[in-house]
């Protein structure tokens, strides 16, 4: 550990500390402006996240808020090749990638999101543009697609990559015989920010299931699935198979776990345990959660063991591994 980093580890402790001193449930959450100044803290999901985070980071530094950070943070993955996230996330069962987004801004408790949609570069942004320029929350397929077209963002022609497609495809069926409808990549980037004043805002962007019929829609666009923020306690998010996360509003729960005073690590492994408790899959779920709280502590966990997440503040970026549940409670014979 670097002095830096050392120091503010301490900082964040003796933070949370004198939360806990205070009591973290819900009617005893500290204001957020006795909170206020600390650095801010990004956290995102798997080691893709990082340069997100850092360009968040940035945008904070800037002068942007909690919510540009979010955008421009995301923006940068959905344009970076990742085969999940973005126009160059892997195609639908019909050779057509679409693509889910949502945005939440702790202020105000605002929320947007798109999902099913064909050609749109920038789904983080259209999500925005749905919270900020709509009075609705959600808008899905071509009508989300025209909106953001209407809106100026980049929209291409959406026909089908026949090339890439069959690519894929060839591929999916060497790797995995007999499997070809399976996921095989499903990295959700998910990023939370927590700013100097005590407020939050987060996002997530995805391609979802490879392979997926057309019009799947995933947790990821779902307020409460994929993402949730609460200004008064934290956020949460989700990466991973999308049916296992979207029938429990997942985040939603790893949010409440917060409030009634868990750390947010153990607040995404309570999620989880309690999902498996009810879920036939039991462990086998393909889940992860990261989390933050208020008072700047943040936290990961998931099914997958060493689910990789990233946190950057202004004295430290790096990867780190949430903890894992799956392997370990297997062995055990039961659901704690
Ligand atoms: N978590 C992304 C999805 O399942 O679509």
Redesign the pocket.
Known sequence: MTETTRRTFLQQTSLASAAATVGIGCSTIPPAKRLAKRGPVIISTWGFGKPANELALRTLQDGGSALDAVEQGIRLVEVSGNS?VGLSGKPNAAGVTQL?ACIMNGPGHQAGSVAGVEGVAHPISAARLVMEKTPHVMLVGRGAGWFAKEEGLKVLDTAKDEASYKAWLAAQKKSSPGNGDK?DN?D?VTLIVLDTNGDLAGG?S????SG?IPG?????PIIGS?LYVDNEVGGAG??????N?MRYCASYQVVENMRLGMSPTEACAEAIRRIARTDPAGMDLAINFIAINKQGEFGAAGTQVNFPYSVTTPDFSEVRKGQALGLAIQKEGGNE
């Open positions: 999940s889910d996921p499903h959700t997530c995805t391609s979802g299931w997926k799947r829609v995933g947790d990821s994929g989700a990466t991973g198979l999308g049916e996360v």
